[in-house]
Nanobody, 125 residues
């Protein structure tokens, strides 16, 4: 059974940092890309970042470029999202997800079939 466990959320002041983790199990972790998405209150879920299976290529939403860094440790089956210079508009539930197949547009939610339970990030002003 595929499982994705996101953790690391919390309350932080604007300008602060948090690191989210996504622990995976139930599939061959080092052969799949992993993506992070977020959903703010009253808004649609949106793409944040994604990393390819090897960690060799990453993708970011324009709103987080230069502030967030996605990485992965295949030995630990874990993906990380380092979030720096946080802003109140980053407040959301953050989800990690696994795509259905290889070679898809990792920025598109429709290509993801498995989702973690989400972790809440709250940035105060």
């Amino acid at each position: 059974e595929v499982q994705l466990q996101a953790s690391g959320g919390g309350l932080v002041q604007a300008g602060g940092s948090l690191r989210l983790s996504c622990a995976a199990s139930g599939f061959t972790f080092d052969t799949y890309a992993i993506g992070w998405f977020r959903q703010a209150p009253g808004k649609e879920r949106e793409f944040v970042a994604a990393v390819t299976w090897s960690g060799g290529k990453s993708y970011y939403a324009e709103s987080v470029k230069g502030r967030f860094t996605i990485s992965r440790d295949n030995a630990k089956s874990t993906t990380y999202l380092q979030m720096d210079s946080l802003k109140p508009e980053d407040t959301a539930v953050y989800y990690c997800a696994k795509p259905k197949v290889y070679g898809v547009d990792l920025t598109q939610e429709a290509w993801y079939s498995y989702w973690g339970q989400g972790t809440l990030v709250t940035v105060s002003s």
